[in-house]
Structures are given as structure tokens and as C-alpha cells.
């Protein structure tokens, strides 16, 4: 059965890989993202998926603009909360626009997605919600105290969620992705995945895009409806938990 998906940051990357996983699976698929025009508009030449642009860190643009697609679509039954950005710096050189950034979009980004879609989820007893966190909010990383932190906050934010929504028929799932073969990978010179990279992961690879978007479409089905409150390591061994 085919429902109306919001996917964040969906035309690039991990995102983009759901977009079209979440086509391919039969629901009308709505890509948001923020600032790169052209490649979105060439994503959506090439999948014919349409594209919002909006920030998530602004509750009132996600309001207005998933007041939009719902005019142009009907109800957002599924929202996949992928939209991330990283400011990266040790913590003694980390300033407030560094945090403040990073929490915006990848934490507070949740709510301002998710407040706005939840209601019509309740009064039809009928809603999957998907959260990309990471193998960093689980186990932490140098340098990245702000985006270890958001990605900490949407699991808590993921199992808070998950008790109020079971009885009305929403799950509300979060996917902690390890290294994935993106385009911010392949900036890595070859000599520090096979030296430092690659050694910790068990399986000996890095993760692939559409391997997180098989993950997704499961939690978005009828199947995966006993399913809430869980976090998906998707990482290849390389953090468990």
C-alpha cells in the first residue's frame, strides 16, 4: 500500500538512496533539502521524485512547508528524519556557531519535522517515523562533541516518542549508520581507510547507501508495525551495542 513519504536531505546521498528506495517500494516520495539547488533539481530530473527546499532548523519552514506537500499530496504517513550536517572541531576550538548549528538541524530538526505531521498521524492511527542517528551518537567520536550529542539526543528523542505513539498505531524507529560509501567517504585518501578506517570495521567494507535504505523501507511497511522504540546499528560490526 502505497503512502506519502517525507524523506530530509533526501536528494543526496543516504537520503537520496531512500527517496528511491521508498519510490521503488510503491509510496509517493517528497525530498527536502536545504541548499544545494542544482543537485537537487538534477535528483529530481533523474528520479522524477519532487524536491521542497527548506531548513529544518526552522520550525516555522517546516510547518509551511509540509503544509505544502500535504496540500499538493494528501497526509505524510511516513517521515524519515535524515538531514545532517557536521561542524567538526575539538572541543577546545569548538565554538557556539559550531554547536548551535549542529544541534539545530540534526536534533531540533526532529521536532520541528516531526511535531507538525504529528497530530494527522494520531487522529489516523497510522504513522512511521524513521531517524538517521549514528554509529557516533552511540558510541562518540573526537571532534565531534556536537554531532555525537544530536544524534544521542534523536535515540532518546526516538524512545521518548516511540511510548506515546504506540497506541495510536505510530512507530517511531531510529538507524545509527556506520561508514557509508558517500561522497563525503570517497575525500578519504586511500591510505587512511586501508590503515585506520577499514581495520574497524569486521566485515571489511564500508556500508553502501542503498543497505540503509532497505533498512528504511522495512521500518515504513505494515510489516515492521510491533516494531518501535528500536535502534538499528547498521555498521558492520563495528560498534555493537
Known amino acids: 500500500m502505497g503512502r506519502v513519504a517525507i524523506v530530509t536531505g533526501g536528494s543526496r546521498g543516504i537520503g537520496a538512496a531512500i527517496s528511491k528506495a521508498l519510490k521503488a517500494a510503491g509510496h509517493t516520495v517528497v525530498a527536502t533539502y536545504a541548499g544545494n539547488d542544482e543537485k ?6 533523474d528520479t522524477g521524485i519532487p524536491v521542497h527546499k527548506w531548513d529544518v532548523s526552522s520550525f516555522e519552514a517546516c510547518s509551511e512547508g509540509i503544509a505544502k506537500v500535504e496540500a499538493e499530496h494528501g497526509p505524510v504517513e511516513i517521515l524519515v528524519n535524515n538531514a545532517g550536517i557536521t561542524k567538526d572541531a575539538m572541543f577546545h576550538k569548538m565554538t557556539p556557531e559550531h554547536w548551535q548549528a549542529v544541534i539545530g538541524t540534526n536534533l531540533s530538526g526532529l521536532f520541528n519535522m516531526t511535531r507538525p505531521v504529528w497530530e494527522g498521524m494520531r487522529e489516523r ?14 558510541k562518540g567520536q573526537a571532534g565531534q562533541a556536537n554531532y555525537s550529542a544530536a544524534k544521542a539526543g534523536d535515540l532518546g528523542f526516538t524512545k521518548a516518542l516511540a511510548l506515546e505513539g504506540a497506541k495510536k498505531g505510530i512507530t517511531v524507529n531510529a538507524i545509527c549508520p556506520g561508514y557509508i560509501n558517500t561522497d563525503m567517504m570517497a575525500t578519504i585518501s586511500d591510505d587512511v581507510m586501508q590503515k585506520h578506517i577499514l581495520p574497524q570495521i569486521p566485515v571489511g567494507r564500508l556500508g553502501e547507501a542503498d543497505e540503509i535504505a532497505r533498512c528504511v523501507v522495512f521500518l515504513a511497511s505494515d510489516d515492521a508495525g ?3 522504540g528500536s535502534t538499528l546499528s547498521a555498521n558492520g560490526g563495528q560498534y555493537m551495542d
Open 226 to 228: 510491533f516494531i518501535t
Open 125 to 138: 492511527n497510522f504513522g512511521r517515523i524513521i531517524n538517521i542517528s549514528s554509529i557516533n551518537g552511540q
Open 40 to 45: 537537487a533539481n538534477a535528483f529530481k530530473d
